[in-house]
């Protein structure tokens, strides 16, 4: 599944796997899982690769107990790999970057397929367990929803492989061509003297950038991808002559006159966003990663209205 962040700047990659299998060791107090997945990076383009993440998810859990703690780790990479799972959290991960690009490079000298396999171990202690009243531990098999299930199950998921790429960027418009072409129905078009006006305010109305996690939000076990949210902001003085390329409507350069003029208390006008782009993202939902594309997320210009 493709999934880009922005039009442009940095997108990502959920690859599904082919093939998952799954093996549980159980003693007293532990889980050990095993998760073997397989997928396929022939249409990944390599040379846009930034970043490759091994997602560890946990799914929501039916009962009110409280989840346990698990470490996990990959295989082919030991121990550097090891990262934690802890009660609170939805889901972590493992950056796999140099793996992935090491395993793309053999798989073109070698003439072959690109596919990847993936071994996952997870240790899973339960949280201490409780005494009922009459002395017996609360570890006994419950009947729900028709099944026999554990308390206190560690509810994972199969892991999800996600590919973080640098976007294909356009062309940016040069500074003199995005105010150079006149609008017929603007009013300025009409009026000469206004545009041999000169007033370019120091602080000038443009686009920002402001950096920030899901997780400052306290948005975090909700959203996975992108790890960072940029969704810009507009900032600064409008000029008192508001140039084709901030995109004004008429009430804006009439606006802009009346408080040049001093007539009445009229506030010059603001400078906000004229067009947004959307983002995709990873979200957890329904014991699921799933993918939603969100409408008017990321500021792509400014103007004065």
Not at 194 to 210: A, Q, V
Request: aromatic content about 8%; proline content about 7%; hydrophobic content about 30%.
């Amino acid at each position: 599944m493709r999934a880009t962040c922005a039009k442009r700047g940095l997108g990502f990659l959920r690859v599904c796997a082919l093939s998952c299998l799954v093996f549980l060791l159980c003693s007293t107090c532990d889980h050990c899982y095993t998760f073997t997945v397989q997928y396929n990076l022939d249409t990944l383009p390599s040379e846009r690769l930034v970043r490759a993440s091994f997602v560890h998810l946990r799914s929501s859990p039916e009962q009110a107990v409280q989840p346990p703690r698990c470490r996990a780790q990959i295989t082919a990479l030991g121990a550097e790999s090891l990262v934690t799972l802890e009660p609170h959290e939805r889901w972590t991960e493992t950056d796999i970057t140099a793996h992935i690009s090491s395993h793309v490079l053999r798989g073109k000298d070698r003439g072959r397929g690109r596919h990847l396999t993936l071994t996952a171990q997870y240790w899973c202690t339960e949280p201490e367990l409780a005494e009922e009243s009459n002395g017996l531990l609360r570890w006994w098999r419950i009947l729900s929803r028709g099944r026999t299930r554990w308390i206190g199950e560690p509810h994972l998921e199969v892991p999800s492989l996600l590919l973080y790429l640098e976007e294909e960027r356009e062309n940016a418009p040069t500074s003199s061509s995005s105010f150079s072409t006149p609008t017929s129905s603007l009013i300025v078009s009409d009026i000469p003297s206004y545009k041999h006006k000169t007033n370019t305010p120091k602080n000038r109305c443009k686009l920002h950038s402001f950096r920030l996690s899901f997780d400052e939000l306290g948005w975090g076990h909700y959203f996975i991808a992108p790890p960072v949210y940029n969704p810009r902001f507009c900032q600064g003085d409008c000029p008192r002559v508001l140039h084709y390329g901030y995109h004004s409507p008429n009430h804006a350069i009439i606006q802009t006159l009346i408080n040049d003029l001093g007539v009445g208390d009229v506030p010059p006008p603001s400078c906000v966003p004229y067009k947004y782009m959307p983002m995709s993202v990873l979200v957890v939902q329904k014991k699921k990663v799933e993918y939603k594309e969100l409408d008017d997320m990321v500021a792509e210009s400014c103007t004065c209205r």
